[in-house]
């Protein structure tokens, strides 16, 4: 794989590469010689039945999600566990558009489903670790939406599952936001029909595209009660622009664009001819659904409706004033709200 100066283990901390040979698409198209980006922690136990899968968000890597919810003591603890972090195709450490086969690179990289990183998922856990049963799945936004697509299309392969902050089938609300991250980048003349010249051309197009995140990703509750303030910065413009649009910039625009194009597609329905109801009617797993209560976007009432769908499901909201963007664990009582759950779940004699 090519080198890039934001997606590195420098950055984005320590995983393996791991090849799961071509792999064919549900848009059609295949990716030549798959490799996902793992991060493990722990020990597989000698029956192989103390595995928890993580699944990652948009933009996000497997390191924010080790450094907020893996650790010793906390409910996703390695010393009892072994915890595999799969970062999803095209989120820039697996295979993406900037450093796939060059027949598919940049802009030709073809479009990926939910459905494709669950069944890539799968062939790695079976085939290349032997697992066959799961302790639990859980993830947060489009890790969310990769939850529950594996609860739907694989009912009996985990125990528990805990989609945070994320839909089962997003909605039309949600398809109209994500479409504006997408215009940001798109219609930015620097972008050239995807063949831009260098990151830092795309960096005005990055940084609009960080201040939809400062408009949805923050609830008004965050802007209201100036929680920016805990991280020092003066007023909440130079939070604006130091902060979330410069976590933008070092971004990938191909990678960013197909990871959007898969959030607004994220649909469990798909596995029952379009029949939500019938889709979440499958999941056999104790559930439990846990969303933001100020999330702008993956909205507390929406959840709701999918969550009367689950059998053997549970509601368990989150108070988080940050909104969706808390889940990177910005202040301590998410980070605490979300281990009560997890504890609890795992405590479950199932």
């Known amino acids: 794989m090519s080198s890039h100066s934001y997606y590195n283990k420098e950055n984005h901390g320590d995983y393996e590469l791991i090849s799961i040979g071509d792999f064919e698409l549900a848009e059609g198209g295949k990716i030549p010689n798959l490799q996902l980006a793992v991060r493990t922690l722990g020990t597989l136990n000698a029956d192989k039945s103390n595995a928890i899968l993580i699944t990652t968000w948009f933009s996000g890597t497997s390191k924010v999600m080790e450094d907020v919810y893996v650790g010793a003591g906390r409910a996703i603890n390695p010393e009892k566990y072994f915890v595999i972090i799969v970062n999803q195709i095209g989120n820039g450490l697996s295979t993406s558009p900037w450093n796939a086969d060059a027949s598919i690179s940049k802009?030709?990289?073809?479009?990926?489903?939910?459905?494709?990183?669950?069944?890539?998922?799968?062939?790695?856990?079976?085939?290349?670790?032997?697992?066959?049963?799961?302790?639990?799945?859980?993830?947060?936004?489009?890790?969310?939406?990769?939850?529950?697509?594996?609860?739907?299309?694989?009912?009996?392969?985990?125990?528990?599952?805990?989609?945070?902050?994320?839909?089962?089938?997003?909605?039309?609300?949600?398809?109209?936001?994500?479409?504006?991250?997408?215009?940001?980048?798109?219609?930015?003349?620097?972008y050239k029909d995807g063949n831009y010249d260098s990151i830092e051309s795309m960096k005005a197009a990055l940084s609009r595209h960080g201040d939809i995140w400062n408009v949805m990703g923050y609830s008004t509750e965050m802007w209201r009660k100036e929680k920016w303030k805990v991280f020092g910065f003066e007023d909440a413009m130079s939070f604006s622009e130091g902060f979330t649009q410069a976590v933008f910039q070092p971004m990938d625009p191909n990678t960013l664009l197909r990871c959007a194009w898969k959030w607004q597609h994220g649909d469990v329905s798909r596995n029952t001819d379009g029949d939500l109801k019938a889709a979440l009617g499958r999941v056999k797993c104790k559930l439990y659904c846990m969303p933001i209560d100020e999330d702008m976007f993956f909205r507390l009432t929406d959840c709701k409706v999918e969550q009367e769908m689950i059998p053997n499901s549970e509601w368990k909201?989150?108070?988080?004033?940050?909104?969706?963007?808390?889940?990177?664990?910005?202040?301590?009582?998410?980070?605490?709200?979300?281990?009560?759950?997890l504890n609890e779940l795992l405590a479950l004699d199932l």
Not at 182 to 189: A, C, L, Q
Not at 318 to 335: A, S, V
Request: aromatic share 12%.
């Open 107 to 190: 802009k030709n990289f073809p479009y990926v489903r939910i459905e494709d990183d669950v069944k890539a998922q799968h062939k790695l856990l079976t085939e290349h670790f032997g697992i066959e049963k799961l302790e639990l799945v859980m993830g947060g936004s489009m890790g969310a939406q990769q939850t529950y697509e594996w609860a739907v299309r694989y009912p009996d392969f985990m125990k528990r599952a805990a989609p945070i902050a994320g839909y089962a089938k997003n909605t039309h609300h949600d398809f109209v936001f994500t479409r504006t991250l997408i215009d940001t980048i798109t219609m930015d003349p620097a």
């Open 317 to 341: 909201p989150i108070k988080c004033d940050w909104g969706h963007l808390g889940l990177f664990g910005l202040e301590p009582e998410f980070i605490q709200q979300v281990d009560d759950s």
